[in-house]
Protein backbone atom coordinates (compact mmCIF):
# COMPACT_ATOMS: atom_id res chain seq x y z
CA UNK A 1 0.00 0.00 0.00
CA UNK A 2 2.88 2.50 0.55
CA UNK A 3 4.07 1.55 -2.50
CA UNK A 4 0.76 2.22 -4.17
CA UNK A 5 0.73 5.51 -2.41
CA UNK A 6 3.99 6.70 -3.12
CA UNK A 7 4.58 5.55 -6.88
CA UNK A 8 6.88 3.18 -6.17
CA UNK A 9 9.33 5.63 -3.74
CA UNK A 10 10.77 4.50 -0.83
CA UNK A 11 10.85 7.89 0.69
CA UNK A 12 10.05 11.64 -0.63
CA UNK A 13 13.05 13.56 1.01
CA UNK A 14 15.57 14.49 -1.37
CA UNK A 15 18.14 12.30 -0.14
CA UNK A 16 20.39 12.10 -3.27
CA UNK A 17 21.72 9.01 -5.51
CA UNK A 18 24.49 8.02 -3.13
CA UNK A 19 23.13 8.12 0.76
CA UNK A 20 25.79 6.56 2.81
CA UNK A 21 24.45 5.91 6.04
CA UNK A 22 20.81 4.96 6.11
CA UNK A 23 18.50 3.70 9.52
CA UNK A 24 15.20 2.30 9.04
CA UNK A 25 13.86 2.60 13.04
CA UNK A 26 11.17 0.00 14.02
CA UNK A 27 11.66 -1.94 10.92
CA UNK A 28 9.37 -5.10 11.38
CA UNK A 29 9.75 -7.48 9.14
CA UNK A 30 12.63 -5.35 7.31
CA UNK A 31 10.40 -5.49 3.93
CA UNK A 32 11.34 -1.33 3.58
CA UNK A 33 14.97 -2.08 4.59
CA UNK A 34 15.41 -4.69 2.55
CA UNK A 35 14.46 -2.79 -0.30
CA UNK A 36 16.36 0.63 0.45
CA UNK A 37 19.20 -1.32 0.64
CA UNK A 38 18.87 -3.37 -2.57
CA UNK A 39 17.89 0.21 -4.30
CA UNK A 40 20.70 2.19 -3.17
CA UNK A 41 24.05 0.13 -3.09
CA UNK A 42 26.02 2.83 -1.63
CA UNK A 43 24.20 2.86 1.58
CA UNK A 44 24.85 1.06 4.57
CA UNK A 45 21.39 0.14 6.16
CA UNK A 46 20.63 -0.76 9.59
CA UNK A 47 17.32 -1.87 10.80
CA UNK A 48 16.26 -1.84 14.01
CA UNK A 49 13.35 -2.99 16.18
CA UNK A 50 12.25 -3.89 19.46
CA UNK A 51 12.35 -7.70 18.35
CA UNK A 52 13.57 -8.31 14.49
CA UNK A 53 11.27 -10.84 12.71
CA UNK A 54 13.56 -12.12 10.09
CA UNK A 55 12.05 -12.51 7.05
CA UNK A 56 11.20 -16.03 5.85
CA UNK A 57 14.22 -16.22 3.35
CA UNK A 58 17.04 -14.83 4.80
CA UNK A 59 18.68 -15.04 1.68
CA UNK A 60 16.91 -12.24 0.50
CA UNK A 61 18.50 -9.57 3.09
CA UNK A 62 21.22 -7.78 0.75
CA UNK A 63 24.91 -7.41 1.98
CA UNK A 64 24.89 -3.88 2.70
CA UNK A 65 21.92 -4.18 5.70
CA UNK A 66 22.01 -5.27 8.78
CA UNK A 67 19.41 -5.79 12.13
CA UNK A 68 19.60 -4.48 15.76
CA UNK A 69 17.51 -5.19 18.72
CA UNK A 70 16.77 -1.73 19.96
CA UNK A 71 14.25 0.16 21.93
CA UNK A 72 13.82 3.15 19.97
CA UNK A 73 12.39 4.62 23.16
CA UNK A 74 15.88 3.99 24.99
CA UNK A 75 19.32 5.74 24.57
CA UNK A 76 20.25 5.52 20.62
CA UNK A 77 23.68 3.93 20.61
CA UNK A 78 24.99 3.52 17.24
CA UNK A 79 28.34 3.79 15.63
CA UNK A 80 27.86 6.55 13.35
CA UNK A 81 25.73 9.54 12.12
CA UNK A 82 23.24 9.08 9.81
CA UNK A 83 22.56 10.80 6.40
CA UNK A 84 18.86 9.07 6.35
CA UNK A 85 16.72 7.81 9.40
CA UNK A 86 13.30 6.48 8.34
CA UNK A 87 10.25 4.89 10.47
CA UNK A 88 6.96 3.65 8.89
CA UNK A 89 3.43 2.98 10.63
CA UNK A 90 4.87 3.43 13.78
CA UNK A 91 2.06 5.94 15.34
CA UNK A 92 0.89 3.41 18.09
CA UNK A 93 4.50 2.32 19.21
CA UNK A 94 6.36 5.40 21.20
CA UNK A 95 4.71 6.98 24.28
CA UNK A 96 6.94 9.83 23.78
CA UNK A 97 7.26 10.47 19.70
CA UNK A 98 8.99 14.14 20.30
CA UNK A 99 11.62 12.18 22.44
CA UNK A 100 11.87 9.87 18.88
CA UNK A 101 12.31 13.09 16.64
CA UNK A 102 15.24 14.53 19.00
CA UNK A 103 17.14 11.66 19.34
CA UNK A 104 16.40 11.12 15.03
CA UNK A 105 17.75 14.88 14.79
CA UNK A 106 20.68 13.97 17.37
CA UNK A 107 22.18 10.61 15.65
CA UNK A 108 21.78 12.82 12.02
CA UNK A 109 24.35 14.07 10.19
CA UNK A 110 24.46 18.19 9.83
CA UNK A 111 22.26 18.38 6.28
CA UNK A 112 20.77 14.49 6.81
CA UNK A 113 17.07 14.13 6.54
CA UNK A 114 14.47 12.47 9.03
CA UNK A 115 11.07 10.81 7.40
CA UNK A 116 7.94 9.93 8.89
CA UNK A 117 5.84 8.43 7.04
CA UNK A 118 2.56 7.55 8.51
CA UNK A 119 -1.34 6.94 8.80
CA UNK A 120 -4.13 8.28 11.48
CA UNK A 121 -7.50 7.03 12.65
CA UNK A 122 -9.98 7.22 9.77
CA UNK A 123 -11.85 10.22 9.32
CA UNK A 124 -14.40 11.35 6.57
CA UNK A 125 -14.82 14.84 5.05
CA UNK A 126 -18.72 14.63 4.61
CA UNK A 127 -20.36 13.65 8.22
CA UNK A 128 -21.45 10.04 6.48
CA UNK A 129 -19.15 8.61 9.80
CA UNK A 130 -21.22 10.22 11.93
CA UNK A 131 -23.35 7.77 14.07
CA UNK A 132 -21.83 4.94 12.53
CA UNK A 133 -20.02 1.67 14.34
CA UNK A 134 -16.82 3.03 13.06
CA UNK A 135 -16.62 5.72 14.39
CA UNK A 136 -17.60 4.17 17.85
CA UNK A 137 -14.77 2.17 17.22
CA UNK A 138 -12.17 4.70 17.46
CA UNK A 139 -13.69 6.38 20.61
CA UNK A 140 -12.89 3.13 22.30
CA UNK A 141 -9.65 2.92 20.58
CA UNK A 142 -8.67 5.63 21.12
CA UNK A 143 -9.52 5.32 25.78
CA UNK A 144 -8.19 1.95 25.15
CA UNK A 145 -4.85 3.56 24.01
CA UNK A 146 -4.82 5.85 26.42
CA UNK A 147 -4.75 3.16 29.29
CA UNK A 148 -1.38 1.76 27.50
CA UNK A 149 0.10 5.28 27.41
CA UNK A 150 0.15 5.46 23.53
CA UNK A 151 -1.98 7.82 22.15
CA UNK A 152 -3.19 6.76 18.64
CA UNK A 153 -3.63 10.54 17.63
CA UNK A 154 -0.11 11.74 17.53
CA UNK A 155 0.86 11.92 14.15
CA UNK A 156 -0.34 15.40 12.95
CA UNK A 157 1.68 16.97 15.43
CA UNK A 158 4.53 15.18 13.53
CA UNK A 159 5.12 18.57 11.37
CA UNK A 160 5.68 20.66 14.35
CA UNK A 161 7.34 18.57 16.85
CA UNK A 162 10.03 18.39 14.01
CA UNK A 163 10.04 22.02 13.31
CA UNK A 164 10.11 22.81 17.61
CA UNK A 165 13.18 20.53 17.64
CA UNK A 166 15.17 22.80 14.71
CA UNK A 167 14.77 20.82 11.42
CA UNK A 168 14.71 23.01 8.69
CA UNK A 169 12.98 22.91 5.38
CA UNK A 170 10.01 20.37 7.23
CA UNK A 171 7.50 19.10 4.21
CA UNK A 172 4.37 17.30 4.66
CA UNK A 173 2.84 15.37 2.52
CA UNK A 174 -0.84 13.76 2.72
CA UNK A 175 -2.48 11.03 0.65
CA UNK A 176 -5.77 9.07 1.71
CA UNK A 177 -6.38 5.31 2.46
CA UNK A 178 -10.17 4.69 1.64
CA UNK A 179 -11.91 2.47 3.58
CA UNK A 180 -13.33 0.35 0.75
CA UNK A 181 -13.90 1.44 -2.94
CA UNK A 182 -16.02 4.47 -2.58
CA UNK A 183 -13.25 6.78 -4.34
CA UNK A 184 -13.38 8.18 -7.57
CA UNK A 185 -9.81 8.43 -7.98
CA UNK A 186 -8.05 5.33 -9.51
CA UNK A 187 -5.10 5.22 -7.10
CA UNK A 188 -7.49 5.20 -3.76
CA UNK A 189 -9.81 2.48 -5.10
CA UNK A 190 -6.84 0.10 -5.20
CA UNK A 191 -5.89 1.33 -1.86
CA UNK A 192 -9.33 0.52 -0.40
CA UNK A 193 -9.57 -2.90 -2.27
CA UNK A 194 -6.25 -3.25 -0.21
CA UNK A 195 -7.94 -2.01 2.72
CA UNK A 196 -10.48 -4.52 2.67
CA UNK A 197 -8.27 -6.95 2.07
CA UNK A 198 -6.45 -6.35 4.91
CA UNK A 199 -9.85 -6.61 6.78
CA UNK A 200 -10.94 -9.68 4.95
CA UNK A 201 -7.86 -11.32 6.43
CA UNK A 202 -8.25 -10.16 10.03
CA UNK A 203 -6.40 -6.95 10.83
CA UNK A 204 -9.33 -5.34 12.53
CA UNK A 205 -9.32 -8.03 15.33
CA UNK A 206 -5.88 -8.43 15.75
CA UNK A 207 -5.68 -4.87 16.69
CA UNK A 208 -8.82 -4.62 18.20
CA UNK A 209 -8.89 -8.09 20.33
CA UNK A 210 -6.05 -6.81 22.99
CA UNK A 211 -7.28 -3.43 23.54
CA UNK A 212 -10.95 -4.27 23.71
CA UNK A 213 -10.17 -6.95 26.02
CA UNK A 214 -7.20 -6.22 27.57
CA UNK A 215 -7.57 -2.75 28.25
CA UNK A 216 -11.33 -2.03 28.43
CA UNK A 217 -12.84 -5.29 30.01
CA UNK A 218 -14.95 -6.26 27.06
CA UNK A 219 -16.09 -10.32 26.75
CA UNK A 220 -15.66 -11.89 23.59
CA UNK A 221 -18.90 -12.29 22.29
CA UNK A 222 -19.28 -8.65 23.05
CA UNK A 223 -16.57 -7.63 20.94
CA UNK A 224 -17.23 -10.36 18.13
CA UNK A 225 -20.78 -8.73 17.52
CA UNK A 226 -19.18 -5.19 17.72
CA UNK A 227 -16.87 -5.89 15.23
CA UNK A 228 -19.23 -7.38 12.91
CA UNK A 229 -20.85 -4.38 12.63
CA UNK A 230 -17.59 -2.24 11.90
CA UNK A 231 -16.56 -4.25 9.17
CA UNK A 232 -19.92 -4.08 7.69
CA UNK A 233 -19.21 -0.42 7.93
CA UNK A 234 -15.97 -0.60 6.54
CA UNK A 235 -17.58 -2.19 3.41
CA UNK A 236 -20.72 0.80 3.12
CA UNK A 237 -19.63 2.35 -0.04
CA UNK A 238 -22.47 5.87 1.20
CA UNK A 239 -19.90 5.86 4.21
CA UNK A 240 -16.98 7.45 2.94
CA UNK A 241 -14.41 7.17 5.37
CA UNK A 242 -10.33 6.95 4.86
CA UNK A 243 -7.08 7.40 6.95
CA UNK A 244 -5.17 10.29 6.78
CA UNK A 245 -1.65 9.05 5.43
CA UNK A 246 1.08 11.71 5.93
CA UNK A 247 4.63 11.98 4.83
CA UNK A 248 6.97 14.76 6.71
CA UNK A 249 10.44 14.68 6.01
CA UNK A 250 13.14 17.44 7.42
CA UNK A 251 16.34 18.48 7.01
CA UNK A 252 19.48 18.68 10.15
CA UNK A 253 21.15 22.48 9.65
CA UNK A 254 24.60 22.09 8.31
CA UNK A 255 25.59 24.63 11.20
CA UNK A 256 24.08 21.92 13.49
C1 LIG B 1 3.39 -1.43 12.29
S1 LIG B 1 5.00 -2.07 12.41
C2 LIG B 1 5.83 -1.20 11.10
C3 LIG B 1 6.98 -1.97 10.54
C4 LIG B 1 7.78 -1.27 9.44
N1 LIG B 1 8.22 0.06 9.82
C5 LIG B 1 7.03 -1.22 8.14
O1 LIG B 1 6.54 -0.16 7.77
O2 LIG B 1 6.95 -2.27 7.48
C6 LIG B 1 5.63 -1.28 13.87
C7 LIG B 1 6.95 -1.85 14.32
O3 LIG B 1 7.50 -1.00 15.33
C8 LIG B 1 8.13 -1.80 16.31
N2 LIG B 1 8.24 -1.04 17.57
C9 LIG B 1 7.27 -0.73 18.43
N3 LIG B 1 7.76 -0.03 19.47
C10 LIG B 1 9.10 0.09 19.25
C11 LIG B 1 10.15 0.68 19.98
N4 LIG B 1 9.94 1.29 21.15
N5 LIG B 1 11.40 0.61 19.47
C12 LIG B 1 11.63 -0.02 18.29
N6 LIG B 1 10.66 -0.59 17.55
C13 LIG B 1 9.41 -0.54 18.02
C14 LIG B 1 7.23 -3.02 16.41
O4 LIG B 1 7.92 -4.12 16.98
C15 LIG B 1 6.84 -3.23 14.95
O5 LIG B 1 7.74 -4.12 14.31
Known sequence: MWSITLDGKLHLAP????PQNVLDIG????????????????ARVIGTDLSVIQPAQPEVIPSNLSFEIDDAEDEWI???KFD??????????????PSIIGKAFDALAPGGYF??????????????????????????????????????TNVPNYKRWM???GFEGVTEVS??????????VRKERLLGAWTQAQIDNGMLESVSTRLFMMK???????????????????????IKAYSPITVVYGRKPLSA
Open 15 to 18: IGPN
Open 27 to 42: TGTGIWAIEFANTYPS
Open 78 to 80: LPQ
Open 84 to 97: YIHGRTLATCFKDP
Open 115 to 152: ELQDMCLQTSDDGSMNGTALLEWQTHVKEAATKTGVEW
Open 163 to 165: IEK
Open 175 to 184: FRWPSNQWSR
Open 216 to 238: LGWEKERLDEFLARVRRDTKDPR
